[in-house]
């Protein structure tokens, strides 16, 4: 039994990343909720004919413990917070932070107390902020296993196959592109390494062609915007790159072995000193590959070879990385007056 619950379900995000789960065959249960429309996204997907089994929650009648714990098995619940943003594309990350830290603590209060054995995978930005939000109240419930909470960043790691694949001329090669991606989730904190691409960019490609693909990588979601005239951002790709990562999750639940995404993480655990090694500084959270299995995280995995310009980029993310993670951590510590 898989049961996957999306928190948020009725919205840009939600939406399409719901019928995505609801169309792999390894989900039996799907829990919906948001405070409005979840019922009838709910009761439109149960009509596919897949072996996903369909109920959409409101706020009402405890609504969001029922989402999370229901008449089923709780094997496998995830779950993602409402990606406010979705509806408001022109807000900066300290805006969408003071929208959304507050959704997600609330929201990881019911998971602590409902679902505390779940898999948690966070897309509400600014995800270099609200991970450490959902650790930080985990902790106060005592129920904190840092093998179990993913900060989703694989539309990063999808960009980067997508945009490889053109400069390379040959769009049906995407599929086939792995570039890994590392660092965090928002504008320099991302790093693409695309020494380590499987398909290897030319050799002659010159410098300006190489920095105008990484920053297209970093502000891909800056190119959305625009091209929706400012009245949307990256919702379907997102939710793409969400039910990608969840189904990642799943098929290491279910034993499948050797499957290894990038994911931005807690390291405070096996492979984490190693990093923080590597990278030089004492940072509690970074998005690297990770190694999963049946309980989540078996391993967090280096940064392998890479090269001086890569470094310099790893460099330039350290510090608004660990400025992203303070915030969130101060968010929960803080005592509010």
Known sequence: ?????????????????????????????????????????????????????????LPPNDGLKQALTGRTSRRHPRWRPKETCSLMPTLTSDDLF????????????????AAPKAFVLVISNPVNSTVPIVAEVFKQHNVFDPKRLFGVTTLDVV?????????????????????????????????????????????NLDKSTIDSLINRIQFGGDEVVKAKDGTGSATLSMAYAGAEFTAKIIRAF???????????????????????KELGKEIDYFSAPVALGPNGIERIN??????????????????????NIEK????IQTPKL
């Not at 070879?305 to 350290?318: F, K, W, Y």
């Open 1 to 57: 039994m898989v049961k996957a619950v999306v928190l948020g379900a009725a919205g840009g995000i939600g939406q399409p990343l719901s019928l995505l789960l609801k169309t792999n065959p390894a989900v039996t249960e799907l829990a919906l909720y948001d405070i409005v429309n979840a019922p009838g996204v709910a009761v439109d997907l149960s009509h596919i004919a897949t072996p996903a089994r369909v109920q959409g929650y």
């Open 98 to 113: 003071k929208i959304n830290a507050g959704i997600v603590r609330d929201l990881a209060t019911a998971i602590a107390t």
């Open 159 to 203: 960009r980067a196959s997508t945009f490889v694949a053109e400069v390379l001329g040959d769009l049906s090669l995407s599929q086939s592109v792995t570039v890994p991606v590392i660092g965090g989730h928002s504008g320099v904190t991302i790093v693409p390494l695309l020494s380590q691409s499987s398909r290897p960019l030319p050799e």
């Open 254 to 276: 279910k034993g499948e072995k050797g499957i290894v995404v990038p994911s931005y993480v807690n390291l405070a655990q096996e492979g984490g000193e190693a990093l923080r």
């Open 302 to 323: 280096g940064l392998g070879a890479i090269t001086p310009a890569e470094r310099a980029l790893v460099d330039a993310a350290l510090p608004e990385l660990a400025t």
């Open 328 to 331: 969130g951590v101060s968010f």
